[in-house]
């Protein structure tokens, strides 16, 4: 069946980076896409932004846009995406996620990163 | 892109029926019919339950039902079991492919 295996929880400094990958099984990879979202603690599901993985085109919120880094390795199935000088807010679990139509139906497990000095 | 609005916390009695709005603008919500709703229990990664407004993935009951209605789109839960407390979200297509969610709502079975 379909899955996304992420990558392990993350700790941080601020101002430094982070890449956080998702590893898919299941579906045909180089035909899909793949979103990012992120929640902090108790608050709401935050879009981040996504790539097409057979053209490598990506977009990205325009929070993140100076940021964010999404990327991918047909190779492996897997998809990436890099987050750069971090602050405490990006404290978050990040999700990776497969679009289907205009849904997203196969979610990863979540990555919690915290950002600390 | 600012959040689509839900209501913080709805609740019903078992085998009511409650509707979830989810608000937003003419650039969002009111411009595509491609609204989604999720399911998110506690701890755990979001669960697809409706796509394209209305349109249920395969495995899902037929107790959800999405509507939209101008900039306002609408998530219908049936014959509500204790099962279905837990948060939902809604997500939008905003154009220059980007999407948008919701700011959540907590479903209560009393």
């Known amino acids: 069946q379909m899955q996304l295996v992420q990558s392990g929880p993350e700790v941080k400094k601020p101002g430094t980076s982070v890449k956080v990958s998702c590893k898919a099984s299941?579906?045909?990879?180089?035909?899909?896409?793949v979103q990012w979202v992120r929640q902090a603690r108790g608050q709401r599901l935050e879009w981040i932004g996504w790539i097409v993985v057979g053209s490598g085109n990506t977009n990205y919120a325009q929070k993140f846009q100076e940021r964010v880094t999404i990327t991918r390795d047909m190779s492996t199935s897997t998809a990436y995406m890099e987050l750069s000088s971090l602050r405490s807010e990006d404290t978050a679990v990040y999700y990776c996620a497969r679009r289907f139509r205009y849904g997203f139906d196969s979610w990863g497990q979540g990555t919690l990163l915290i950002v600390s000095s | 892109q600012s959040a689509l609005t839900q209501p913080a916390s709805m609740s019903g009695s078992p085998g009511q029926s409650i509707t979830i709005s989810c608000t937003g603008t003419?650039?969002?919500?009111?411009?595509?019919?491609?609204v989604s709703w999720y399911q998110q229990n506690p701890g755990k990664a979001p669960k697809l339950i409706i796509y394209?407004?209305?349109e249920r993935p395969s495995g899902v009951s037929n107790r959800f039902s999405g509507s939209k209605s101008g900039n306002t789109a609408s998530l219908t839960i049936s014959g509500l079991q204790a099962e279905d407390e837990t948060d939902y979200y809604c997500c939008s297509y905003a154009g220059d492919k980007t999407y948008v969610f919701g700011t959540g709502t907590k479903v209560t079975v009393l």
């Open positions: 299941g579906f045909t990879f180089t035909s899909s896409a």
């Open positions: 394209e407004v209305n």
């Open positions: 003419n650039s969002d919500v009111g411009s595509y019919n491609l």
